[in-house]
């Protein structure tokens, strides 16, 4: 009998105490029109890489690309790309790795303090 004890949609620490990037891998159709995410800003940016810190929470979806990011204070490094949910917590400073251009949909969270 397996239990689970993951919370979506609450920041997650990991045993260091850092913040965890969270990836949600090709969600459907139907959350991503309930999250609205084609009325969000688009960003992009070509393979390189990129120093990045989150003053606010972002949640994107990246419709190209491929990233690996780099958590900057920890052994933690994610990779995702085309059709991701990430959710980036405030106060997360990271290197994109950016292997493939991206393309994505952001929002940030400004009530997330």
């Known amino acids: 009998m397996a239990t689970s004890s993951s919370k979506q949609g609450a920041m997650e620490i990991d045993a260091t105490g850092s913040p965890v990037i969270t990836v949600e891998r090709n969600p459907p159709e139907a959350r991503l029109l309930e999250l609205g995410i084609k009325s969000w800003p688009k960003w992009g940016c070509p393979p390189g890489k990129f120093p990045l810190k989150f003053d606010a929470q972002e949640?994107?979806?990246?419709?190209?690309?491929?990233?690996?990011?780099?958590?900057?204070?920890?052994?933690?490094?994610?990779?995702?790309?085309?059709?991701?949910?990430?959710?980036?917590?405030?106060?997360?400073?990271?290197?994109?790795?950016?292997?493939?251009?991206?393309?994505?949909?952001y929002k940030f969270d400004s009530s997330s303090s």
């Not at 780099?70 to 405030?90: H, N, Q, Y």
């Open 59 to 105: 949640t994107c979806y990246l419709l190209k690309g491929r990233v690996k990011a780099s958590v900057k204070g920890s052994s933690e490094c994610v990779e995702f790309g085309a059709r991701d949910l990430v959710i980036f917590p405030k106060g997360l400073s990271c290197t994109w790795d950016v292997s493939v251009a991206v393309d994505k949909h």
